[in-house]
């Protein structure tokens, strides 16, 4: 059979939730046997997002093959349960990027080159490189709303693909809002026959439209939009605000969404098996316990800049019987002075990533509170950082211990950079970007929560623990967890004698899902659950 194209298309308004429905169709579909891989085309022209301010696109979601793109993919990872490439996230400044290329080089014999075919010709190339014997099934998901300028010439390219493709191999879904009035409550239609009339205008005819709602729609309201929408009524598909975002593939199961696109598409599938997945969404709900943990970050004014942390911690919440109830604590708002009062309550804390010097000594503040307070420590990337500068400072007595990436004058950078380090980027840095394996020290947390003794893990940083300080951390009571095979960087540290004291120089909220929670997570979590019973 050869690999047939789902595209979703988002309309009336923005942040409707096109990557939840494509995500979730794509775990209904892989849950019926078929073989899914999902792709993300945003309109903006950067060239991916490694560069953008978190306050402006929410995280960096970086593949295993090092990519960094938008954090859609986390959720199609979550959702499907297929790790994903650089190929599965497309901006529109990649494809000019590669167009100009192909233009320098000659490529196009001196041709004028044009929105039309040469930027949509490259469009559809992403769209069809992800097709393959082991894929039958493509969800190729269009950013931003239909009517933006910047969504055009994406939306030309599925046209195009659509009039390539023979019938029956291409699938358009709409994802539209029904708006309802306030004070009457009453729904209206008229903004979603409005999307689907622009998309018309486009040459784009919807086959089905997953209708995003707050409250459940009327059947006059569903018959209504497919009178004037021209679908089938049972393609007009409720989507309804879920209790729990995991939830979502269960209601558009209810609602026949995967029995409508094997109809349209002319798969012939088994019924999905969501037995493992619905008991997973029933524990998420049933759990009982409540855990306070603190997210001590720079970046805490938008949740979605650590949306991976987020579900992680709610992944291993389930696993552990769990509501997590996070914190949101500014680093920029810590100090030596209210630290106590800005972590009441909190039986875990967490300092996730990032870059630059902001709000990194309410970071160590927050660290040394948890370190000499017994209370459970997670530190991820810049976090383990961090804990490696506050352990030199307050245990070594090494005052101004810092990394060279915040200063060129200390006189002790006990994280600095390695001559291990790879991957040179635009902006003239060394990167260490994607999976890197790891050997575990026995004995050590780490070791015993992932019961194997080498792992593969994603990274996304430049700057590493400083080989010169080993002997000395060591000696004053850190533990090296984990190590790169060749033993030359320290990817994982521990401090034995406490509760819960775990750095990790990696991302392992990259590798989490759902119904199986990271490790180190879930140990986290355990820890800090078991802190709050004590207490």
């Not at 000019?96 to 001196?110: A, C, H, M, P």
């Amino acid at each position: 059979m050869s690999t047939k194209f789902v595209f979703v298309t988002g309309g009336v308004v923005s942040g409707l939730g096109k990557g939840i429905c494509a995500a979730s169709l794509g775990r209904l579909l892989k849950q019926r046997g078929v073989r899914v891989r999902n792709q993300k085309f945003d309109p903006y022209i950067n060239v991916d997002p490694g560069t953008m301010s978190p306050y402006q696109h929410g995280e960096v979601f970086v593949t295993e093959d090092g990519a960094e793109t938008d954090l859609d993919l986390g959720h199609y990872e979550r959702f499907v349960d297929e790790d994903l490439s650089g190929n599965s996230s497309i901006s529109s400044g990649k494809i000019y990027w590669s167009v100009l290329n192909r233009e320098r080089r000659g490529d196009y014999l001196g041709a004028t080159v044009q929105i039309i075919p040469h930027i949509t010709n490259e469009i559809k190339s992403r769209i069809y490189a992800m097709a393959g014997d082991d894929v039958d099934v493509v969800i190729s998901e269009i950013g931003g709303t239909v009517g933006d300028i910047e969504s055009q010439p994406f939306l030309e390219a599925i046209r195009q693909v659509a009039s390539e493709r023979p019938h029956g191999d291409v699938l358009f879904i709409h994802v539209p809002l029904i708006v309802q009035i306030p004070g009457s409550g009453e729904l209206k239609s008229k903004p979603t026959q409005h999307s689907v009339k622009e998309l018309l205008s486009l040459g784009i005819q919807p086959d089905i439209l997953v209708c995003r709602c707050d409250t459940p729609i009327t059947e006059d309201i569903r018959r209504k939009i497919a009178l004037f929408c021209n679908v089938e009524p049972d393609c007009v598909i409720q989507n309804a605000t879920a209790e729990t975002l995991y939830e979502v593939p269960l209601l558009m199961a209810k609602e026949g969404l995967d029995e409508v696109v094997c109809r349209k598409l002319g798969l012939i599938t088994h019924q999905p098996d969501l037995r493992e997945w619905s008991a997973m969404v029933k524990r998420e709900k049933a759990a009982h316990k409540k855990v306070r943990i603190a997210l001590v970050g720079k970046y805490t004014q938008l949740h979605d800049a650590y949306l991976s942390v987020v579900e992680s911690l709610n992944h291993a919440g389930t696993a552990n019987d769990a509501v997590v109830d996070i914190e949101w604590v500014n680093s920029e708002e810590v100090n030596e002075g209210n630290v106590a009062e800005r972590l009441s309550g909190c039986t875990g804390v967490l300092v996730p990533g990032g870059f630059g010097d902001r709000g990194i000594e309410g970071m160590i503040t927050a660290c040394r509170y948890a370190r000499e307070n017994k209370i459970p420590y997670f530190g991820i990337c810049l976090g383990m950082q961090m804990a490696v500068i506050e352990f030199a400072r307050h245990v070594l007595g090494y005052e101004d211990a810092t990394s060279s990436e915040f200063s060129e004058t200390t006189k002790h950078p006990v994280i600095d950079l390695m001559p291990d380090q790879v991957n040179v980027t635009e902006k003239g840095g060394t990167m260490r970007l994607g999976k890197y394996p790891c050997v575990l020290t026995e004995g050590t947390h780490s070791r015993e929560l992932y019961g194997v003794e080498e792992i593969s893990e994603r990274h996304r940083h430049r700057f590493e623990f400083n080989n010169d300080y080993r002997e000395a951390m060591q000696d004053a009571g850190m533990a090296l967890a984990g190590l790169s095979p060749n033993g030359h960087l320290v990817e994982i540290v521990e401090i034995p004698d406490h509760p819960w004291f775990v750095g990790a120089q990696f991302h392992p909220e990259f590798k989490s899902r759902p119904d199986r929670p990271h490790p180190l997570f879930y140990g986290f979590v355990k820890a800090a659950v078991e802190k709050m019973e004590t207490k």
